[in-house]
Nanobody
Framework: VQLQAFGGGLLQAGGSLRLSCTAS????????IGWFRQAPGKEREGVSC????????FYVDDVKGRFTISRDNAGNTVYLQMNILEPEDTAVYYC?????????????????WGQGTLVTVSS
């Protein structure tokens, strides 16, 4: 099981960025895919997740209305569209998967992790 997150970068507050999470050697069908982030000196926190079984999505309050998680099953990819970015969104972003559920934004529920991609938002 290999996941890869990419799409991070440096941008100014108010900008947008789309992160991608791709899987190799397995299909994301049936998985719950989560996006997490870890800012310097802080705990890893959940941002959003999608249940590929039914398409339901979940967001942490801080990103509701600004971030959108979506899937492209044909491309075996899950995206995180991030709009109206704030300096507080600066972090390394990770994607992760789990099969058993529930679809929660708690890192301990996730089994497989990709390497992170850095998002830096300047004020």
């Amino acid at each position: 099981v290999q996941l890869q997150a990419f799409g991070g970068g440096l941008l100014q507050a108010g900008g947008s960025l789309r992160l991608s999470c791709t899987a190799s050697e397995f299909t994301l069908d049936g998985y719950i895919i989560g996006w997490f982030r870890q800012a310097p000196g802080k705990e890893r926190e959940g941002v959003s997740c999608i249940n590929n079984k039914d398409g339901r999505t979940f967001y942490v309050d801080d990103v509701k209305g600004r971030f959108t998680i979506s899937r492209d099953n044909a491309g075996n990819t899950v995206y995180l569209q991030m709009n109206i970015l704030e300096p507080e969104d600066t972090a390394v972003y990770y994607c992760a998967t789990q099969l058993r559920g529930p679809a929660v934004l708690l890192p301990e529920f996730y089994d497989h992790w990709g390497q992170g991609t850095l998002v830096t938002v300047s004020s």
